[in-house]
């Protein structure tokens, strides 16, 4: 039997202690510290023993691309463009950002387009609001596609059984957020490392296994980085971030990592209160129009 050794993580800056602390002596802030206990082994032979895999490996050459499909647009041309085409079947993307910045109305919008364009189910499941909360955004931003699901949900298994529950093969689950999710399998509040790592790596393996393009909507800490444990950036195959100054209708969408396209990319939007707007060209929203010349000064 492994021995075990008990750490404790904060869930706000990802610092590491030995002990519980009631506040995190980095970043100072109260209750965000959870215990995760993980198998250590001794010396450098593994513990685990070995068992049939359920796939055999294969040769580089017999492997065969996914009968998935291609890529699969969002009908959202700029955000196409930052994924390096659109969707991958069994692409997982993180989106991440502060409260307010837009995330979930670009996300609804992007759930109600792909379900026009394909007409298949797209599940939208919210840990954060209730289905009458996003119905309201939804029909302000003319979100209203017939196939369109909403669901409320704070379990892992609730919000899986909604996706079980479909007739057909979804063309694509929103989670909105994974710190909102939690499992009965592993203790810890939701939001936790534990708790976190648990809810997406479940998503991801069903993502692969089902060749369904999952998004996940994440929470950024006061020092603007993602909320919980960094190893969540490399669970996921695309990880972007939306930034915005609340005092301007601006919104810049950065690809921080992307398994499927190039990085550093961006995208520029414009939050209006019907929705949130492509902006191709955003130095146009820095310049002023006038109808009639105006004489330049002597």
Known sequence: MAATRTRYACSSCTAEFPQW?????????????????????????SSASARAPQRAAQPVREVRESDAGGRLSTG?????RVLGGGLVPGQVVLLAGEPGAGKSTLLLTIASAVADATGRPV????????????ATRARRIGATAEHLLLADSNDLG???GHLEALAAQPALMIVDSVQAISSERVEGR????????????????????????????????KESTLAGPRALEHVVDTN?????????????LRVVKNRFGAADEIACYEQTD?????????SGLFRSHRDSPVPAPA
């Open 21 to 45: 602390y009631g506040r995190c002596p980095k970043c100072n802030e109260f209750a965000t510290i959870d215990e995760v206990v993980a198998a250590s082994t001794s010396g450098l032979r």
């Open 240 to 252: 972007l971030s939306m930034e915005g100054d609340r005092d301007t209708p601006l919104r810049l």
């Open 123 to 134: 599940l939208y499941v919210s840990g954060e609001e209730s289905v009458q909360q996003i």
């Open 158 to 160: 609730e919000t899986i």
């Open 76 to 80: 959202l041309a700029e955000f196409d």
């Open 274 to 282: 019907t929705g949130i707007l492509e902006v191709p060209d955003p």
């Open 190 to 221: 939701a939001g936790g490392v534990s708790q976190v790592m648990e809810v997406a790596s479940t998503l991801t393996r069903l993502a692969k296994s089902r060749h369904l393009p999952i998004c996940l909507v994440g929470q950024v800490t």
